[in-house]
């Protein structure tokens, strides 16, 4: 049994085909080997802090009815086996006979023997079979049939066979797990030639996700940090404003630790949000800063009527935020693993990021401001 939730789960199975963060896939070509070593996975990973409803593909479980066609008894009737076959198929499974037109709805008409003549393999073994000869001959007299249990699905992808081995992650980060999950199937699980084993997931999204934020947040930030620069035309004032950053950083990352958090893709995207509004706030501030000091006002005095004016601003950024994004921080219903964690940080970060601007920012700026008018 594998819990999840509707939105998680749909977005586990377009990524790895599975509804679940983790799915192991051992290719090869032997079944029963893929079995032995899906059976290793599954020890394995059981033995991983962090595991939850870990479960192995099942490949086998399908009842079938086997018909042993025995080619020296039908030989004896004149017989094939392809009719042999094509009377049996047409007994249980059933042939289309004709159709049923009802308006624009076509329906087939099936024909086959009434379900107390088609249910054990004995009646299999009752159906009379007409030979060339013109005299009918019992299917248990040509062929040996018995129910086995087959196998109930073949899995492939790029035409290679795989079994699966799937699980969630609680408790920790999918990435970590990932590692250490490859790592120690590396060591303990011994796969022969052209076998292996391919890691699937939610860490595949989010691993593309940092690829893609690695490049474009810093990007992102130099071209702020290029307008910062052209509004101010000091590379102080800009570094200034941008300390915000860090300040943000610190509140998200501990309210993500207070709730229990990992660091996934909604908490990512939750701190590119958070980053934009401490800038903001920054900005605000420190342009009231400038403001004051082309009116002739003192340093002193320019931080903290500066501080003074701007406090309403910065509050009301911080707790109309806040309070829109509240009820998802304490949401349990359907979507809330994907809208928790960015409301989280985006929340946590505010917090520290408008405490540490009122406090922190201001007093920089006076020190900075202060050794360039010495300079002068």
């Known amino acids: 049994v594998s819990f999840s939730q509707p939105i998680r789960h749909e977005v586990d199975g377009l990524i ?3 509804g679940a963060s983790v799915v192991a896939r051992i290719f090869g070509q032997d079944l029963e080997l893929l079995r032995k070593k899906a059976a290793e996975v599954n020890r394995m990973l059981s033995g991983i802090d962090g595991v939850a409803d870990l479960m192995t593909e099942q490949v086998d479980g399908q009842s079938q009815l086997l018909v042993d066609i025995d080619d020296r008894r039908t030989s004896r009737h004149g017989l094939a086996d392809a009719p042999i076959q ?6 249980i499974a059933g042939v289309e006979a004709g159709k049923v037109y009802e308006g624009e709805k076509t329906f087939g008409i099936n024909v086959r023997f009434d379900r107390p003549y088609r249910e054990s393999p004995e009646d299999a073994a009752r159906i009379l079979i007409r030979t060339p000869g013109g005299y009918s001959v019992p299917v248990r007299e040509l062929a040996d049939i018995r129910t086995v249990t ?12 795989y079994i699966s081995v799937q699980c969630n992650v609680r408790g920790r980060d999918v ?3 990932v590692e250490e999950a490859s790592r120690l199937a590396g060591e303990n699980i011994d796969l022969p030639a052209g076998y292996r084993i391919a890691w699937g997931g939610q ?9 893609r934020l690695a490049l474009i947040i810093p990007v992102t930030l130099l071209l702020v940090m290029l307008m910062l620069y052209g509004l101010f035309n000091s590379f102080r004032m800009v570094l200034l404003i941008m300390l915000n950053i860090p300040l943000a950083l610190v509140g998200g990352i501990f309210a993500l630790a207070l709730f229990g958090e990992n660091l996934s893709i909604p908490s990512s995207i939750g701190f590119i949000a958070l980053f934009g509004i401490a800038l903001t706030d920054g900005l605000v501030l420190i342009s009231r800063f400038r403001y004051l000091r082309e009116k002739g ?7 903290i009527s500066g501080c003074a004016s701007k406090f309403r601003p910065v509050i009301m950024t911080t707790l109309t935020t806040a309070l829109g994004l509240f009820p ?8 809330s693993d994907i809208q928790r964690p960015l409301a989280i940080v985006v929340v946590g970060g505010l917090l520290s990021s408008t405490l540490l601007t009122l406090l922190v920012l201001p007093t920089i700026y ?11």
């Not at 006002?297 to 931080?303: G, Q």
């Open 150 to 161: 087959g196998l109930r699905q073949i899995s492939r992808e790029n035409t290679r066979r």
């Open 16 to 18: 790895a085909g599975a």
């Open 328 to 335: 998802l921080v304490i949401a349990s219903g359907t979507g």
């Open 366 to 376: 006076e020190g900075v401001a202060g050794r360039i008018k010495q300079k002068k």
């Open 297 to 303: 006002l003192d340093l002193r005095n320019t931080v």
């Open 175 to 177: 990435g970590s797990f």
């Open 86 to 91: 094509n009377t049996i198929r047409a007994a």
């Open 203 to 211: 860490f595949e999204l989010k691993e593309a996700a940092d690829r």
